[in-house]
């Protein structure tokens, strides 16, 4: 009943953590020892990644999908977003302190 105890709660930790950017496996190996990997999802396109945004935070079409060819422009990949300062996202036209803030935390998952 203890070793259920544990299969049990491994898959839930696993299922709790693959819900995030990394997911975690665990597998028992030999003599009660486990071994444990990560593994990162892959990062979407820029245009997936600016539609998912607008579904997540239930905006309009086009709020930030607009943004993608300024993006594309500077060779901007989704994991670079979080690093660009105001003063960048403004001369790309993202003007609204909500979009940019937005924009850096969805972009901050990926690595």
């Not at 997540?56 to 594309?72: H, P, R, V, W, Y």
């Not at 901007?76 to 940019?100: A, C, H, N, P, T």
Request: hydrophobic share 40%; proline share 1%.
């Amino acid at each position: 009943m203890i070793l259920y105890h544990h299969i049990l709660h491994i898959k839930l930790l696993h299922l709790h953590l693959s819900m995030d950017t990394d997911i975690l496996t665990i597998q028992h190996c030999q003599q009660g020892h486990f071994q444990i990997n990560w593994l990162q999802k892959q990062r979407p396109t820029l245009l997936r990644f600016l539609r998912d945004l607008e579904e997540d935070l239930e905006k309009e079409e086009g709020t930030f999908t607009i943004f993608e060819s300024a993006f594309s422009d500077e060779e901007i990949e989704v994991q670079y977003i979080k690093d660009l300062s105001d003063q960048e996202m403004i001369q790309m036209g993202i003007f609204k302190i909500g979009w940019r803030k937005a924009l850096r935390e969805a972009s901050a998952m990926y690595r």
